[in-house]
């Protein structure tokens, strides 16, 4: 089954402790990307890559850290979490060139920094 | 800077109603996507339209892009509890651009 998985699902931590996300994609997209979902607020981009080694800033991409070493993974670092980068993430890929026509989303993965 | 205005922001309707959210901007865009996301889960693509003018239909739903590629429309036709979740509108400026989300409508069918 096509699909983006995230890992884990929730997790609740202590502001500096770090901490990694987890995104592997199967269905060899290019392009892969990391948002944060806050109410009120929507989807914000936080850093997205066009390919192995091609990573980028989006919207929001203070206090995050992304790295791009094999095509399937997209590892979301945060290096010294705090409070405020409490929120609900998802990784997002698609081919390059059909971004166009849709992402294909993970679950989500709701961070609690306390 | 391209943004994708969602309205209403919040919906809360009886089963077998029918209701129409709406997604504007200023901006033409190439594409425009609706995607349906519920509690606890990612968003999940419903369809792409790419034509100004271009109707597509998803079983009860029917998502229509404007004329001048500005806005979009998606109707639900006797709404079930099923149908329950936010729906985000996202749009691309062109082929290569990353696309923009709007905030969503949250809706809420009551059995």
């Known amino acids: 089954e096509a699909q983006v998985t995230q890992n884990p699902r929730y997790l609740i931590t202590v502001t500096g402790k770090k901490l990694t996300v987890t995104c592997s994609q199967n269905?060899?997209?290019?392009?892969m990307s990391w948002y944060r979902q806050d109410p009120g607020l929507g989807l914000r981009q936080i850093y997205y890559?066009?390919?192995?080694?091609?990573?980028d800033k989006g919207d929001v991409p203070e206090g995050y850290k992304v790295s791009r070493k094999e095509k399937r993974n997209f590892p979301l670092i945060l290096e010294s979490p705090s409070p405020n980068q409490t929120s609900l993430y998802f990784c997002?890929?698609?081919?390059?060139?059909?971004?166009?026509?849709?992402?294909?989303f993970g679950s989500g993965t709701r961070l609690t920094v306390v | 800077t391209q943004l994708l205005e969602q309205s209403p922001q919040f919906l809360s309707i009886q089963e077998g109603e029918n209701l129409t959210v709406y997604c504007n901007s200023s901006?033409?865009?190439?594409?425009l996507q609706w995607y349906r996301q519920e509690p606890g889960e990612g968003p999940v693509l419903l369809v792409t339209?790419?034509?100004?003018?271009e109707v597509k239909k998803l079983k009860r739903l029917t998502f229509q892009f404007g004329d001048a590629r500005k806005d979009s429309s998606l109707h639900i036709t006797a709404a079930q509890p099923g149908d329950t979740g936010l729906y985000l509108c996202?749009?691309?400026?062109?082929?290569?651009?990353?696309?923009?989300f709007g905030k969503g409508t949250r809706l809420h069918i009551l059995p």
């Open positions: 997002a890929s698609s081919h390059l060139g059909d971004s166009y026509y849709g992402y294909t």
């Open positions: 269905m060899n997209h290019e392009y």
């Open positions: 890559s066009m390919n192995v080694e091609v990573t």
């Open positions: 901006s033409v865009f190439s594409s």
């Open positions: 339209v790419v034509t100004g003018g």
């Open positions: 996202a749009g691309a400026g062109n082929r290569d651009d990353k696309i923009i």
